[in-house]
């Protein structure tokens, strides 16, 4: 398409952007005497596929012009123009950056980037409640006016959870994949989780300055979405507050089930977090488990024993005293006591005033009376915060093998493993092998990775848990009999 001076009664001032709906003009409405953001549909095909990209683009139309909300861009008009037969839609024209501007400034810090969430959130919570998913909430899809308001444009690929309009039919994926839902990735249908998980992408990558997913191709990219999880933010963005943490890994969970319920759960909890407050909604503290490579020799992942020596920040728990033990080291205290007081009595007066007979030893300085006032205790430091408890049980179908759980990539256990021989007619021998332990864990968010090993096999697999002080997690882990498929799940 050339070079235009007018569309419909619009004239086109100058271009302001391409995507994938087409060329978006500012332009001037002179029946109103407004400027406008002009989007013109750029044909792409003919006959049925330019057909339905059309009824996509006049779908966004009607979907963006049913939506009223402070944070949603305003359509005023929609329509053909009769000259060159094109398809327009008259918007809002917003004056000010893209979440992708913003981001390409580098980290954005995060109270600046909650206040973002919550605003877009609660737009997207209208979407919701009137049926609308928007599904492609990515950076270029935001913007900022100066005032700090966050607006949502881009419903051309929204879908109304109706069906009347569904336009894009499952096993057809439309969106972007870095910041898409793991459940879009795989072609399923979306409800409004999708966006909220969207949008927590796009608040890593403003904390972070990169994308949570990012991969070197397409479907390296979808495979991270569905399969993997990003990098914790606490090891990315120095002195970041754990709720921040906690509300962001929510809304990140692969399972749509695990995330916020609604984009305005997903608001509140942002809200509480800028307000000091702890989040209301985010009592999902764990992220899923991700699958690491299975394939490569064992020996290529022993970390050398010099390097497991030190700096391991999980122990085993202190096991409690048996009774007799207990009331042996009572029994050692009472006779320790009585000894004591026995040499007190003994010890010699000193010499009246506060001399001594030549040669004679040095008394023992008299003890004060029991009824005496305490001497002042001298100050202590605050007592350590309690350590939090990470409980292993993990049942197995190996003869022999060894396990290894680590800690924030800090091993922190390795125990060799044995199986009972299963008495059963079959046609390969089974074995049947459990193995229960404790390990204290300093409270806070830690990545778990637990790891098998046996003949010339390696499997891995890796949860990350929020522990509290004094408290115990449960992690159950099996390995498959079969296809010997590692999984972690707390319980």
């Not at 008009?77 to 094109?86: K, L, N, Q």
């Not at 979306?190 to 608040?203: C, I, K, P, Q, T």
């Not at 991969?215 to 090891?235: D, K, S």
């Amino acid at each position: 398409m050339g070079a235009l001076s007018s569309i419909g009664r619009y004239e086109v001032v100058r271009e302001i952007g391409r995507g994938a709906m087409g060329v978006v003009y500012e332009a001037r409405d002179p029946a109103l005497d407004r400027t406008v953001a002009l989007k013109v549909i750029q044909p792409i095909a003919e006959g049925h596929e330019i057909e339905a990209y059309e009824e996509r683009f006049l779908s966004e139309a009607r979907i963006a012009a049913a939506l009223q909300h402070p944070g949603i861009v305003v359509v005023h008009d929609v329509g053909r123009d009769p000259a060159t037969g094109a398809l327009f839609i008259a918007l809002e024209l917003l004056r000010g950056q893209t979440l992708d501007d913003l981001a390409r400034e580098g980290p954005v810090d995060w109270p600046i980037a909650l206040r973002i969430v919550a605003q877009v959130a609660r737009a997207l919570h209208h979407a919701h409640r009137h049926g609308v998913v928007h599904r492609d909430i990515k950076p270029a899809n935001v913007i900022v006016l100066p005032s700090g308001e966050a607006k949502v444009t881009d419903f051309g690929i929204a879908r109304l959870e109706s069906g009347r309009q569904r336009l894009t039919t499952t096993g057809q994926f439309i969106g972007t994949p870095l910041y898409t839902a793991p459940e879009q990735a795989r072609v399923e249908d979306v409800d409004g989780r999708a966006d909220v998980f969207s949008l927590a992408s796009v608040a890593y990558a403003l904390l972070t300055g990169r994308a949570p997913f990012l991969a070197p191709t397409i479907p390296g990219i979808v495979h991270r979405v569905v399969y993997e999880e990003p990098e914790p933010l606490a090891r990315v963005v120095a002195g970041l507050p754990q709720d921040v943490e906690r509300v962001l890994g929510r809304a990140l969970a692969k399972d749509p089930a695990d995330r916020y319920p609604t984009a305005e759960a997903f608001a509140e909890d942002a809200e509480d977090v800028l307000a000091g407050q702890p989040p209301r909604h985010a009592r999902g503290d764990d992220l899923v488990v991700v699958e690491e490579p299975q394939s490569g020799s064992a020996d290529s992942v022993v970390p050398p024993a010099a390097a497991r020596t030190h700096s391991v920040v999980a122990r085993r728990a202190s096991r409690p005293q048996s009774p007799l033990a207990r009331i042996f080291v009572a029994a050692l205290g009472i006779g320790l006591l009585a000894s004591f007081l026995w040499l007190s009595r003994r010890a010699p007066a000193p010499a009246p005033g506060g001399s001594r007979p030549q040669g004679a030893p040095a008394a023992v300085p008299a003890r004060p009376a029991l009824t005496a006032a305490p001497e002042p205790a001298p100050p202590t430091a605050a007592a350590p915060e309690k350590a939090g408890r990470l409980r292993i049980d993990f049942d197995h179908p190996l003869e022999r093998g060894t396990l290894r759980i680590f800690v924030d990539d800090e091993l922190a256990l390795e125990e060799r493993l044995t199986g009972q021989k299963r008495n059963k007619a079959l046609v390969f021998p089974m074995h049947e092998g459990t193995f229960r332990e404790e390990l204290e864990v300093p409270p806070g968010l830690h990545e778990v990775r637990v790891e098998i090993l046996w003949d010339d096999n390696r499997r891995r697999e890796r949860i990350v848990g929020n522990f509290r002080p004094g408290l115990t997690r449960r992690l159950e882990a099996s390995l498959g009999r079969i296809r010997r498929d590692l999984k972690l799940e707390w319980k």
